[in-house]
């Protein structure tokens, strides 16, 4: 039997997903939820500069992309690291200051992990 992992939203990836339009969030919301049962949709792919383990699922609605970024590196949770739309003015290129964000809650979510760990 799958053993579902619990979602945690690291700062305001919550919020800003919830600001996606709901077909987004639908899409979205499945992906997500096969990554808690330790599966991986085929539109999940992974992100580039963090090593293995962590992912990004894309969407496009209206003209408009949205990015979710989350890790599967711990046995028994997902976080969600990042939630945004993408203004790149460079392309397909993610801006810096989204990978620098995503980069700096990666952190906080293994910090957060461990503490969780020893408590």
Same mark, same amino acid.
């Given at each position: ?25 639908? #899409?979205?919301? &499945?992906? *997500?939820?096969?990554? /808690?049962?330790?599966? $991986?949709?085929?539109?999940?792919? =992974? ?28 046995? #028994?949770?997902? &976080?969600? *690291?990042?939630?945004? /739309?993408?203004?790149? $003015?460079?392309?397909?290129?993610? =801006? ?24």
């Amino acid at each position: 039997m799958l053993r579902e992992k619990p979602l945690h939203w690291v700062s305001s990836a919550k919020k800003d997903y919830l600001d996606f339009p709901v077909e987004v969030q639908n #899409d979205m919301g &499945y992906a *997500l939820g096969l990554a /808690q049962l330790g599966a $991986k949709h085929p539109k999940a792919k =992974p992100w580039k500069g963090e090593g293995p383990g962590v992912f990004e699922i894309v969407e496009d609605s209206r003209g408009d992309t949205f990015r979710a970024v989350y890790t599967v590196r711990f046995a #028994d949770v997902v &976080y969600v *690291l990042h939630a945004f /739309q993408k203004k790149s $003015k460079a392309g397909i290129k993610t =801006p810096k200051d989204d990978v620098n964000l995503i980069a700096e809650r990666l952190k906080r979510a293994m910090e957060d992990y461990e503490r969780s760990r020893t408590a």
